[in-house]
């Protein structure tokens, strides 16, 4: 695997920088869970939970080794120093500073393995007038701009469905930076400090935004703009049974086919004319007719649309069994369940078949065994 013989420190909690090091893991990379003494990561006690363990931290860490140490102890930081010889990549997802406080900082891996990759990722950056503010995903999204965007009719913003920041702009930068850093070390024989700050990244998600404020000077208005529900082209419109068709038509070859698809009067379809007279004619054929009639209407045809679906009914589809999404397994106290898929192609990816999440501190022993 491309990750052969890279060993991870991880002293990450919940979603951001655990995701990032299933991601090397599946790669072939060996990592390490630091954990603190009692409770541990704290996934550990999210539900749902199988007998006791926690379903949320067992897809995350699976195939993983656990060290819970306290790292107020000078004896235990003296010992991952040490160990720090033998590890290539440190993730850390503390506010800026603490690891320094704690005598863990970069500086201090750096000492012992000028090699060392260390990655922190944070919500607003090591530095600037908010280093050190708390936050979530969801105020982050709010923070940037985008969960405005999300406004509907009544101007108020919508939850979001996943937890963007969290893995669009935390997870997935570390890794790609990670990367990238190994392969600047291949060349340089050093290593550095990645600073992955999850809000900077944020701004990447609004690009479509920002080309209409920076190019034009008039900033979108929620709800009104192309990807956002102004078009009839993009929107979301409710079925005779009560559910929903997603459609997606921007480019005319499929607008113009999904015009003729659901019959829409000749003069609607020239949306330029007057989008909310299209909008409310789309509206009125999409209601004539239940979800399942949809699904075999759009059946074989470019048009860009979907009967939205649930999760359930969208792991079910046969195209997601046959591409062996969920091969994979983790192993539960009750039996086996499907492991999180992870965007490593099969071709970087380790099969791991079956796999369990660490117990805390279950691997407390190779660290002084090492040292």
Known sequence: MPLSGIRVLDFSTLLPGPLAGLMLAQAGAEVIKVERPGTGDDMRGYEPRVEGVSVGFSLLNRGKRSLMLDLRDPGVIRSLLSFAAEVDIVIEQFRPGVMDRLGLGYQAFRAVNPRIIYCSITGYGADGPKRDVAGHDLSYLADVGLLALSAGSDGMPGIPPTLIADIGAGSFPAVVNILLALRARDRTGEGCHLDISMTDNLFAFA?????????????????????????????????????????????????????????????????????????????????????????????????????????????????????????????????????????????????????????????????????
Request: a negative charge.
């Open 207 to 371: 690009f479509w935004a920002l080309a209409a404020g920076f190019g034009t000077g008039r900033w979108p208005v929620p709800g009104q703009e192309l990807l956002t529900g102004g078009s009839p082209r993009y929107r979301i419109y409710r079925t005779a049974d009560d559910r929903f068709v997603a459609v997606a038509a921007l480019e005319d070859k499929f607008w113009h086919a999904f015009c003729h698809l659901i019959e829409l009067p000749f003069d609607l379809c020239d949306d330029r004319r007057a989008p909310a007279e299209t909008i409310a004619g789309v509206a009125r054929k999409i209601a004539a007719h239940p979800a399942a009639f949809w699904t075999d209407a759009f059946r074989g045809k470019d048009v860009c649309c979907s009967v939205v679906r649930t999760l359930d009914e969208a792991l079910t589809d046969d195209h997601y069994r046959q591409r062996d999404l969920f091969e994979d397994q983790v192993i539960m106290p009750s039996g086996l369940l499907p492991a999180l898929p992870v965007p490593i192609a099969a071709a970087f990816r380790r099969k791991l078949d079956a796999a369990a999440a660490p117990a805390a501190g279950e691997d407390n022993e190779l660290i002084f065994a090492q040292t």
